[in-house]
């Protein structure tokens, strides 16, 4: 798989974004992704794995190729195939195509509410053990997402004078964010995020360790707890299953202990360092996110890790729930 890869552009694009989705977007790459998938299936699911040219042609690939990885390679064995076997104007796009992608990507890229100076964190979740006679957790299941915070909002996650044994209480707005959107039961697949009124608690204080020049060392520790119940009618990312082993009312909802440090460069203003860890109880289900298959509705620990993200395009992907972020 490696060295089939390497002959190739790999890419990677979310059907949830702010805006309007993959499936029913009018931009070049909504338009593109479109164009391939149309020539697969007529299924309503965009997922899957493809092998495409430049210009959107279709070489290989299918719905069903996900988590297969013996189907991954024949598809992109296929596609290689018939890729040598085109001439340059099929690989590639027009120049008149090519003119209007750069036009229009250039103008998404000027409006990305990306916060560049701010603190953007790669957001990890997954099982952790349960002990010998528990259900036992999928050792592969896990799921990553990002949180965004602007450069006045990361700046919030220290004290204003950052002097040994200074301490803050992180804005509740900010640790908030993280329980309704991040603090969320992704291991096995898609959620719903929490409403704010879900939100029992959500506390986080900061304390200064260590000032070395223009880097301040700092600790945190805190909690998060949010608590849902509903009564079965379907919602957005609930479940409404009925059968042997589903409770009823349905409850969701996960309850974190915060810990982390982090390194804040005073002169750069910018995090260059940040590592928080949710040890979390959480527990229900909703309709795509795998707990409902095998009745998995704990409590049951999860773990989430959130660490500094790179400044690649690729760490760019805004967060799942970026919409319900209330951002202008």
């Given at each position: 798989?490696?060295?089939?890869?390497?002959?190739?552009?790999?890419?990677?694009?979310?059907?949830?974004?702010?805006?309007?989705?993959?499936?029913?977007?009018?931009?070049?790459?909504?338009?593109?992704?479109?164009?391939?998938?149309?020539?697969?299936?007529?299924?309503?699911?965009?997922?899957?794995?493809?092998?495409?040219?430049?210009?959107?042609?279709?070489l290989a690939g299918s719905h069903?190729?996900?988590?297969?990885?013996?189907?991954?390679?024949?598809?992109?064995?296929?596609?290689?195939?018939?890729?040598?076997?085109?001439?340059?104007?099929?690989?590639?796009m027009s120049k008149d195509m090519?003119?209007?992608?750069?036009?229009?990507?250039?103008?998404?890229?000027?409006?990305?509410?990306?916060?560049?100076?701010?603190?953007?964190?790669?957001?990890?979740?997954?099982?952790?053990?349960?002990?010998?006679?528990?259900?036992?957790?999928?050792?592969?299941?896990?799921?990553?997402?990002?949180?965004?915070?602007?450069?006045?909002?990361?700046?919030?996650?220290?004290?204003?004078?950052?002097?040994?044994?200074?301490?803050?209480?992180?804005?509740?707005?900010?640790?908030?964010?993280?329980?309704?959107?991040?603090?969320?039961?992704?291991?096995?697949?898609?959620?719903?995020?929490?409403?704010?009124?879900?939100?029992?608690?959500?506390?986080?204080?900061?304390?200064?360790?260590?000032?070395?020049?223009?880097?301040?060392?700092?600790?945190?520790?805190?909690?998060?707890?949010?608590?849902?119940?509903?009564?079965?009618?379907?919602?957005?990312?609930?479940?409404?299953?009925?059968?042997?082993?589903?409770?009823?009312?349905?409850?969701?909802?996960?309850?974190?202990?915060?810990?982390?440090?982090?390194?804040?460069?005073?002169?750069?203003?910018?995090?260059?360092?940040?590592?928080?860890?949710?040890?979390?109880?959480?527990?229900?289900?909703?309709?795509?996110?795998?707990?409902?298959?095998?009745?998995?509705?704990?409590?049951?620990?999860?773990?989430?890790?959130?660490?500094?993200?790179?400044?690649?395009?690729?760490?760019?992907?805004?967060?799942?729930?970026?919409?319900?972020y209330g951002w202008e």
């Amino acid at each position: 798989m490696q060295e089939l890869s390497a002959q190739l552009v790999a890419a990677a694009d979310q059907i949830e974004r702010p805006g309007k989705s993959l499936e029913d977007g009018t931009s070049f790459e909504a338009r593109f992704v479109q164009k391939v998938k149309k020539q697969c299936n007529k299924l309503a699911t965009y997922q899957g794995v493809f092998v495409a040219t430049p210009s959107g042609l279709l070489l290989a690939g299918s719905h069903d190729a996900i988590h297969d990885a013996r189907k991954v390679e024949k598809h992109l064995r296929q596609g290689l195939e018939k890729w040598r076997k085109l001439s340059p104007a099929e690989r590639l796009m027009s120049k008149d195509m090519l003119a209007r992608a750069t036009v229009e990507l250039a103008r998404v890229e000027g409006s990305s509410q990306y916060p560049r100076g701010g603190l953007v964190l790669r957001v990890i979740c997954r099982d952790l053990s349960r002990g010998p006679k528990a259900m036992p957790p999928s050792r592969n299941a896990y799921n990553q997402d990002y949180a965004w915070f602007r450069k006045a909002e990361a700046r919030a996650w220290l004290p204003v004078r950052p002097v040994k044994g200074a301490r803050v209480t992180v804005p509740r707005a900010l640790v908030e964010r993280l329980a309704r959107f991040h603090f969320v039961d992704l291991v096995r697949g898609h959620t719903a995020p929490f409403p704010q009124r879900a939100v029992e608690v959500a506390e986080l204080t900061a304390e200064v360790v260590d000032v070395k020049g223009d880097h301040v060392s700092l600790v945190y520790t805190g909690r998060t707890r949010t608590s849902e119940v509903h009564d079965g009618v379907h919602v957005e990312g609930k479940w409404n299953a009925k059968g042997p082993g589903i409770p009823k009312p349905q409850k969701r909802g996960v309850d974190a202990r915060l810990e982390g440090r982090a390194v804040y460069d005073l002169n750069a203003q910018k995090f260059v360092s940040f590592e928080l860890v949710a040890l979390s109880q959480r527990w229900g289900g909703n309709a795509d996110n795998g707990r409902l298959d095998q009745r998995d509705f704990g409590p049951a620990p999860m773990g989430v890790v959130l660490e500094l993200a790179g400044d690649t395009a690729a760490e760019r992907v805004a967060p799942l729930f970026f919409r319900a972020y209330g951002w202008e």
